[in-house]
């Protein structure tokens, strides 16, 4: 087990894909359990015969950081969020893109002022 200053690196060889995922888990997501084993969840691809498959792994991380279990579930066709939960994640990062590209336009605006004034 690798670890940097706040966080671990696990490795998890999948055993549908069957290849081996590096996971960074934070150390305060560790230490902010309150039961162990926790779940950890991590989404990664695999392609098998020219499919395109995403794939939902489970890990199962004691308070020592050793991952004690694994599940793995395929995504079908099926939505991982539903349309109100997309809206409400999407909602607010436009308005703030909008805010943004606003604040943009008046800088823009008050550096050519100051240009002009030079």
């Known amino acids: 087990m690798k670890t940097k200053k706040d966080a671990l ?16 888990i934070k150390k305060s997501i560790l230490d902010g ?3 162990y084993p926790f779940p950890y969840v991590f989404l990664h691809d695999s392609m098998t015969n020219g499919d395109l498959q995403e794939l939902l792994t ?3 991380i004691d308070s020592n950081g050793k991952i004690r279990g694994t599940e793995i579930q395929k995504l079908g066709d099926n939505n991982l969020f539903s349309k ?3 809206f409400n994640i999407v909602k607010p990062l436009v308005e703030e893109i909008e805010r943004l590209q ?6 823009t605006k008050q550096i050519e002022d100051l240009k002009t004034k030079s």
């Open 33 to 35: 359990q309150s039961k």
């Open 58 to 60: 489970i890990l199962y």
């Open 84 to 86: 109100e939960q997309v």
């Open 9 to 24: 690196i696990k490795y998890y060889r999948c055993n549908f894909c069957n290849a081996t995922h590096e996971i960074t």
């Open 102 to 107: 606003e604040d943009h336009s008046k800088l």
